[in-house]
């Protein structure tokens, strides 16, 4: 979740041409004009958008020593700070509601079981990477046995002409800034249960089925599998050449002690 600490950078950076930003384009780009000219804070210009079940409010407004995610629980107002970050964090607020609020509910329900503590507990600690760092995945049944067996030449040079009938959504808002100044090893964890084809590109339709398969035992079991998403064809103009994933410190194998990351 956001919090103290996230890093400041100018909405007029984004590149939404950006075939991982291209999902959030609408209302990304409506919203990002009066901003870089300073006429409007991130809350205020979020707040102008239709479709949030929540407010957009300014950091001052999270009392002290109140955990971030009960006071949007308790308020139905989300402190924003005038970063990327959060400007990120609430777009996906706005083109994934459901989910966020099944998120929120989820965090709030282990504030109340186990209460606020220095370490936030296995399902908190998968709530937050989810909300984070997690990537959604709807591609034919191949690409999955490739990504899941961390097979990358196989899932990025072999099975290449493959990722047209694919799509990949990145979720998590931490994620979203890094692709704002791309490079090579930035990795997403992708959520090891496939989006249905039969939802298509509806992704108000991708909310509702996500939002409905959250659970917190479902999330503490770690249901991710690693994913360099500048490997993706037509992400990177690098990858084009195959020796691009030839370098093991992005591409890293799989143990072979380590288990399938089975979706």
Not at 111 to 116: D, L, S, T
Not at 189 to 214: I, K, N, S
Request: glycine share 8%.
């Amino acid at each position: 979740m956001s919090g103290p600490g996230g890093s400041a950078s100018p909405v007029h950076a984004i590149d939404w041409s950006a075939p991982g930003l291209a999902p959030w384009r609408c209302p990304g780009e409506g919203l990002t004009s009066p901003m870089s000219a300073g006429d409007a804070s991130v809350s205020q210009m979020l707040n102008r958008a239709l479709g949030s079940p929540v407010r957009f409010v300014p950091q001052a407004e999270l009392p002290p020593g109140t955990a971030y995610e009960q006071f949007i629980f308790d308020t139905g107002r989300v402190p924003t700070r005038e970063n990327l970050h959060d400007f990120f964090n609430g777009l996906c607020w706005l083109r994934f509601p459901l989910t966020k609020q099944r998120l929120n509910q989820l965090q709030a329900a282990e504030i109340a079981r186990a209460g606020v503590r220095e370490v936030r507990g296995p399902v908190r600690d998968a709530l937050t990477l989810f909300d984070e760092n997690a990537a959604l995945l709807q591609a034919p049944e191949p690409l999955w046995d490739a990504l899941t067996a961390r097979d990358w030449h196989r899932l990025f040079v072999t099975l290449r002409p493959l990722w047209a009938q694919a799509r990949l959504v990145l979720f998590g808002h931490a994620l979203l800034e890094k692709l704002v100044t791309p490079y090579k090893s930035i990795t997403a964890h992708v959520l090891r249960v496939p989006v249905p084809m039969a939802l298509g590109e509806d992704l108000a339709a991708w909310d509702a089925w996500l939002a409905r398969g959250l659970s917190g035992p479902v999330l503490a079991g770690k249901p991710f599998t690693p994913l360099p998403v500048m490997g993706v064809p037509g992400w990177w103009p690098a990858n084009e050449d195959p020796t691009y994933y030839a370098d093991a410190d992005v591409f890293r194998p799989r143990r072979p002690d380590a288990p399938l990351d089975n979706p």
